[in-house]
Every structure is written in structure tokens, then in C-alpha cells.
């Protein structure tokens, strides 16, 4: 009977964990000292080695010839513990066995001593399962336990644990093991089955399994499976059914270039190629985090989890990106990851977001110095209909009336052909002044404070008006427009835009749709003063 490669290659001793050398540290020198505690609790995400960290702990406080604080594996206690024959060794899955009753067994089987070795063993995964009245039968036991027996509690979900137990324990957090090292136990593991695993096949393996080394061993025995002794790249994307790294830099590209008839290609291709469009978005969101990340926090500094194609496409993409614009990427995707769960269309869903990105201008949208003709024009629009609502209500009697109509159409007339620099209230010098700076100012900004940056890279400069600069955030970003009016922060940029340009600005900072707002109640008092004037004309009549 074939035995899984997760199994079949489980640490036997410490020295052969992968990625968890502080916690392997720590119970070889207990073990060593012999300063062995009475609970453990080991915690972390699946696949980290909790499971296995516990058995070889279990074999080595038993083993009757250690070696430097790891197990023989071949006296009789660790063959017994091995073969899984041992009376020792109690493991018990809380998920199944989670109610009173079975703690009540537990509290009496302790009574008894161990048959063969020093300790009896109790390993409990899943401890979190565990219903309220369980832990609280099982307090008094963990905190005063006979002095043969230990406790092993593994958990993925510590917060659920209560204090009062864990608070009893010695508390070790399994971490995420490095993509790195679990390609590395790949490769071994291939060439002790006599399988040609390719380095950038156990980079992607390795990738997948999110630091799960059983995840991985799982999707290797996939592949060996599918092929016939040797493991290429595509080979794991066949099996996987994920998306080439190469797709996905061209999706983001095509969005970037504002290209929706390019992204709707690239997504039915992957589609008619057998991709899950719920797949695909997923894969697109992990290749926009590495995005996000060399866009921000990772500079010139290399990423090693990254295949040396992939990492050359994203630094050439990062310069063509704002941090906002990837931000709003990953938001829209995940927002369409939800509805493909439910989705009986996911391609129409897929497309549709991709579309969508485009039209509103993708990652670049609100990027630095990027401005359109229309938001150039609502810049000099804005202060011009202020005007003429004040005229309106100022206004007074028929000629009044009549007058201000002519001015209005005078007036609209202007306004078609304004430009920003034609209003008296806008400093056009100015503006433009602080546009072409703008990139030096976020660079300054960024080297002060990270935070600080990422939010003004979302918002883009619409008017100077006086000495007072509006910056434009859509709807969607209101957050980090209210960040930035906050005093602390206005005075921190306002500082370095002095530094650089020389104006003493005080910054403003806007959200889409709320001058649009105060315009339909300037409007709204116009019509309002209109109608009084048409009374009181009639009265005079």
C-alpha cells in the first residue's frame, strides 16, 4: 500500500524539522537539562510541524539512549512510539473528542503510571475544540498533573484557548517556514523517490503551500503522479491549475495601458486554457502584493521567493505604478473574489472588473502628476459658479433678474473656454509650480514617513486658490483624505511643499462628490431667492 510522502518523510528527530530551529533549540536543551515541563502548547498555522514537533518530543523524553537531546529511534520505547504500538503515547483529537465525558476518561487514566518509559504522553491536537466544559474539567488536572505524565496541547487558533489554561503551559508559536527551505526539503525528498524535481518547480511548489511543508509534500506527490520522473514548471501549473506568472504581469500591464480589450483576451484565453476565473483573481492578487510590496517597503532590495523573470516584469512595472493605484487594484479583486464564489458567470464577473479598472484609469489614476483635461476644467468651474450663486443672492427684482440671466449666459460662454489659469482666485503659476514638483514632494514625504506617503499618493492636486491647495480624493478614499487633514500630519507636508516649491500653502484635502454637493445648495438657495424675487415683483405690480 503506497504511503503519502507527508507521512512517509515525517521528522524522526529534531535535526530534521524544517524551519522551527529557536523552538527545536529551546526542548533539546529541556531535554538535555533534563528541565522537562509538566504542558506545552504549541500553536501556529497548519502544516508548520506541530504534530510531528510533538511525537519526536514525546519518543526523546522517553528514548533510553538520547543524543544530544534528540531520540535513538532504534531501542524499544522509540521503535514502539514509531510504529505507533506504544501505551505511552496518547494522542487525542479534541475535534471529535471535545465534550466532558472525554476529559472525565483523561482525568482517570492519569491515575495510572507509564508501562514502559519515564512519561506518559498525552498529545491533544486541535485543543481549541475543546467545549467549555471540557477545559474547565481538564484545569485542575494540567495545572497539577501527576509527575510522569505531560501535556501536549497543539492549536491553529490560539485566541480560543482560555488563560487559564494556556497561562499553565509553556507556549511555543510555530512560525510560516520559509519558501526557501521547504523547496530545499522538496528536492531531497524527490531524489529519495528517484523523481527530477526542476529548482523552479520547487520554487512554485514551495510558493503555493503558503509555508505549509505537509501542503507541499501533498502537491509533490500530485506531480509525481502526473508525470513520468521529471517535474517541470509547467507541469505544477497544469496540475495546480494556476496561472503563468508571465499572464498575470501581462493582465496588470494591460490595465496599467488602460487596454480592456487586451485584458478581456488574456482572461478568456486562461479561461478556454481550463483557469478557474476564481483562481486566476486570486493569483492576480498575489502577484499585486509583491507588487505593493517593491512599490513600497521594498525599494531596491531583492525578493529571493520571486523566479528571476518574474522579479525583473514587476520592478520594470513598479516605476508605472502609484502605491494607490495598486492598492486600489487589489481592492477591486477581492471585492470580485467575494462574488465569484457565488457567481453561476465568473468569466462575465472576471471581465467585468478588469473593464471596469480600465475605464477608470487603473493603477495610475491617482498617481502623481497624473491630470486630465476634465479635472483641469472642474478646477476652473468650481470658484466661477460660487461667484454666481453669490451674485444670485444679491439679486434683486425683475431687471435684477433679467440681468443676472444675461450674465449667466456670458458667463457660460467663458466658462467653456476657461482654463485654470483664467480665474482670478486660482494661481496658476503656482499650481502647475506644485504639479511638476509633485513626484520630488511625495519622494520627500516618503523618506518622513511611509504612512504618510501612501496616503497622499492616492489623492492628486486639483486648485491652488490663494494660498490654500486642494487635493482631490475619490469617494472610495475618503479615509486617507481625513487622515491627512488631521493637524499633525498637515503641518508635516505643508513643511516639506514649502521646502520645495517655496509657497507657504496650507493644504486641503477633498473628497469626489462634496463640492458637487455644496453646488446643489448654492443652486437650491438660488432657486429659493428666485421665486422671492418673482413675489415681491408681482407685489410691485
Known amino acids: 500500500m503506497y504511503t503519502a510522502l507527508y507521512r512517509r518523510f515525517r521528522p524522526a528527530e529534531f535535526d530534521e524539522v524544517v524551519g522551527q530551529e529557536a ?25 508548520t510541524g506541530k504534530t510531528s514537533m510533538a511525537k519526536i518530543f514525546a519518543k526523546a523524553v522517553n528514548c533510553l539512549e538520547p543524543a544530544d537531546g534528540n531520540p535513538c529511534n532504534h531501542c524499544k520505547n522509540c521503535l514502539a512510539i514509531s510504529k505507533g504500538d506504544s501505551m505511552d503515547i496518547i494522542e487525542i483529537d479534541a475535534a471529535s473528542n471535545n465534550g466532558v465525558n472525554n476529559i472525565r476518561e483523561l482525568r482517570e487514566d ?4 507509564p508501562s514502559l518509559g519515564r512519561y506518559r504522553v498525552y498529545i491533544i491536537d486541535e485543543v481549541h475544540m475543546l467545549s467549555q466544559g471540557a477545559f474547565n474539567a481538564l484545569l485542575k488536572t494540567l495545572e497539577e498533573p501527576p509527575s510522569y505524565i505531560i501535556f501536549i496541547l497543539a492549536t491553529t487558533d490560539p485566541q480560543k484557548v482560555p488563560l487559564t489554561i494556556s497561562s499553565r503551559c509553556q507556549r511555543y ?73 508571465d499572464s498575470l504581469t501581462e493582465t496588470i500591464s494591460a490595465v496599467v495601458d488602460r487596454d480592456a480589450s487586451r485584458c478581456v483576451d488574456i482572461a478568456d484565453r486562461e479561461y478556454m486554457n481550463g483557469k478557474d476565473p476564481a483562481q486566476f483573481t486570486r493569483d492576480l492578487v498575489r502577484v499585486l502584493r509583491d507588487l505593493l510590496f517593491m512599490t513600497t517597503v521594498g525599494g531596491d532590495r531583492e525578493m529571493p521567493d520571486l523566479p528571476e523573470n518574474e522579479y525583473k516584469s514587476l ?42 479598472l480600465c475605464l477608470e484609469g487603473g493603477p495610475e489614476e491617482n498617481g502623481p502628476g497624473r491630470e486630465t483635461a476634465a479635472a483641469s476644467e472642474t ?19 425683475k431687471k435684477a433678474m433679467e440681468k443676472k440671466t444675461i450674465e449667466e449666459k456670458d458667463r457660460g460662454n467663458a466658462v467653456t473656454e476657461a482654463k485654470p489659469a ?25 523618506q518622513n ?30 479615509f486617507f483624505g481625513e487622515e491627512l487633514n488631521k493637524p499633525e500630519n498637515k503641518e508635516t507636508i505643508e513643511k516639506i511643499i514649502k521646502d520645495i516649491t517655496g509657497y507657504d500653502i496650507e493644504i486641503e484635502c477633498i473628497i469626489k462628490g462634496e463640492e458637487k454637493k455644496d453646488d ?22
Open 422 to 446: 483664467e480665474v482670478k482666485d486660482v494661481s496658476a503659476d503656482g499650481l502647475e509650480k506644485v504639479k511638476s514638483a509633485w513626484p520630488e514632494i511625495l519622494s520627500a514625504v516618503k
Open 23 to 47: 523552538i527545536v533549540r529551546a526542548l533539546k536543551n529541556q531535554i538535555k537539562n533534563n528541565m522537562i515541563s509538566h504542558a506545552y502548547l504549541f500553536t501556529g498555522s497548519r502544516g
Open 173 to 245: 508559536d510555530f512560525k510560516r517556514i520559509p519558501v526557501g527551505s521547504i523547496a530545499e526539503r522538496l528536492t531531497y525528498v524527490s531524489e529519495q523517490v528517484n523523481v527530477v524535481l526542476r529548482p523552479e518547480a520547487a520554487a512554485l511548489i514551495a510558493r503555493k503551500a503558503e509555508g505549509a511543508l505537509r501542503d507541499a509534500l501533498s502537491i509533490l506527490d500530485e506531480c509525481i503522479a502526473f508525470c513520468d520522473g521529471t517535474i517541470s514548471r509547467d507541469d505544477v501549473l497544469e496540475v495546480l491549475g494556476i496561472t503563468d506568472e
Open 315 to 356: 520592478k520594470q512595472l513598479s516605476s508605472a505604478v502609484s502605491i494607490g493605484g495598486v492598492v486600489k487594484m487589489i481592492d477591486a479583486l477581492t471585492g470580485a473574489e467575494n462574488s465569484l464564489r457565488y457567481s453561476t458567470q465568473p468569466l462575465i464577473v472576471l471581465e467585468t472588473v478588469l473593464i471596469k
Open 110 to 113: 492519569v491515575k495510572y503510571p
Open 520 to 541: 446643489e445648495i448654492v443652486t437650491k438657495i438660488h432657486e429659493v431667492f428666485k421665486g422671492l424675487d418673482d413675489r415681491i415683483n408681482i407685489m410691485e405690480e
Open 379 to 397: 478646477a476652473a468651474v468650481m470658484p466661477a459658479k460660487r461667484q454666481a450663486g453669490q451674485a444670485d443672492r444679491r439679486a434683486g427684482g
Open 449 to 478: 514617513s511611509m504612512k504618510l506617503c501612501s496616503y497622499l499618493s492616492v489623492g492628486t492636486p486639483r486648485g491652488l486658490s490663494g494660498s490654500r491647495l486642494k487635493i482631490s480624493f475619490q469617494s472610495g478614499d475618503s
